[in-house]
């Protein structure tokens, strides 16, 4: 079994504060496809990201560490979107509306799929929110972070960023 992959500590001798722990998946398991549109319209298809490394984040607005991990996805989107890497929030459960207003409140401006009747969650190994998965550029979810995490930490970034081609 592997073991999690901790990022390197800020500060010598203390944990890792922004990244603890990506939970690497051995197996590799396929992941799920899906098509899902954002509150704007936009369609969203894992299938159509494949040849890249994709961020894909489970999460809803009433869930605390999934509100309090959303800025540092924004500023990891906004490192990302130019480095050949995907990210999305997919939302677990809620409404058009009120995931607009989450993402205006916030001023998020990654993609944030909807799965309002949580068909697609269903189909990942994950026990709660936020779980977060990194799937390869082939398609398979190499690794899983359940709970909040600092996503813009620059050590868990270049894991993901390790796996473009």
Do not use: H
């Amino acid at each position: 079994m592997l073991a999690p992959v901790q990022a390197a500590a800020d500060t010598p001798g203390e944990p890792a504060a922004a990244a603890e722990l990506l939970d690497p998946l051995p197996e590799k398991p396929a992941a799920p496809v899906f098509e899902l549109q954002g509150p704007g319209g936009d369609t969203y298809s894992l299938a159509d990201m494949q040849g890249k490394p994709v961020i894909v984040n489970f999460w809803a607005t009433w869930c605390p560490p999934c509100r309090a991990e959303m800025p540092a996805m924004q500023r990891a989107w906004e490192t990302l979107r130019d480095q050949g890497v995907m990210l999305l929030g997919v939302n677990v459960g809620e409404s058009e509306a009120d995931v607009a207003a989450f993402a205006e409140q916030l001023d998020l401006d990654f993609p944030l799929p909807m799965d309002t009747d949580m068909s697609v969650s269903q189909q990942w190994p994950m026990k709660g929110l936020p779980t977060t998965f990194v799937v390869d550029p082939q398609g398979r979810i190499v690794y899983r972070a359940q709970g909040e995490r600092e996503w813009d930490d620059a050590a868990l970034l270049d894991l993901v960023r390790a796996l473009r081609r």
